[in-house]
C-alpha cells in the first residue's frame, strides 16, 4: 500500500461553503497557487466535476493531467489521476468535519508518485507543501469570502 500523506486545517465557515469553494474549480488559480489553468471536462447528474484538467506550475514540477472525482455526500471529495505527463499516479481527498459555531476542520490526504526516480523521503516533503499550502489557499480563500 502507498504511503500518503494528509494534514487539517479548522476554518471558520460551515461545510457547505468551504465544499462550495472547493467545488468551483475555475477558480483554483486564484487561491491554490500551483494551479494554473482548471477546466471542467465532465459533470455527473448532480452537476458535479467529474473529469478536471488541471495545468500545475510548482516549480521544478509542471505537468498538464486529468483526474477523475468522486462525491460522497456533502462532506468529502476524492480524487484519482486520469492521465498526465510527469505523474504515474495521484490520488487524494479533502474531508470536511462539522465543528461548532459554524467552523470546519478539513483534513487532506494525498499520494503522489512521479515518473521520474525520486527519493520517497523528498516525496513525502513535496507532498506536505501542497498540501500545506492548498489548506492554507483554501481558508484565506473560504473565510475573505471573496
Do not use: N
Not at 88 to 100: F, H, I, N, Q, V
Request: hydrophobic fraction near 40%; charged fraction near 25%; glycine fraction near 6%.
Amino acid at each position: 500500500m502507498a504511503e500518503h500523506t494528509s494534514s487539517s486545517i479548522t476554518i471558520e465557515a460551515a461545510p457547505a461553503d468551504v465544499m462550495g469553494v472547493i467545488a468551483d474549480f475555475a477558480r483554483y488559480p486564484d487561491w491554490t497557487g500551483e494551479v494554473t489553468q482548471a477546466e471542467v471536462l465532465s459533470t455527473d447528474e448532480a452537476g458535479r466535476a467529474e473529469k478536471v484538467r488541471l495545468v500545475l506550475d510548482a516549480g521544478a514540477i509542471k505537468d498538464d493531467h486529468t483526474l477523475a472525482y468522486t462525491w460522497t455526500g456533502a462532506h468529502e471529495v476524492s480524487w484519482t489521476l486520469v492521465k498526465s505527463q510527469m505523474l504515474r499516479s495521484l490520488d487524494g481527498s479533502y474531508r470536511l468535519t462539522p465543528l461548532a459555531g459554524d467552523r470546519t476542520e478539513v483534513t487532506y490526504q494525498l499520494t503522489v508518485d512521479v515518473k521520474i526516480p525520486m527519493l520517497g523521503m523528498i516525496k513525502r516533503k513535496a507532498e506536505k507543501v501542497i498540501i500545506d499550502r492548498a489548506l492554507a489557499g483554501l481558508k484565506k480563500r473560504v473565510e475573505s469570502g471573496a
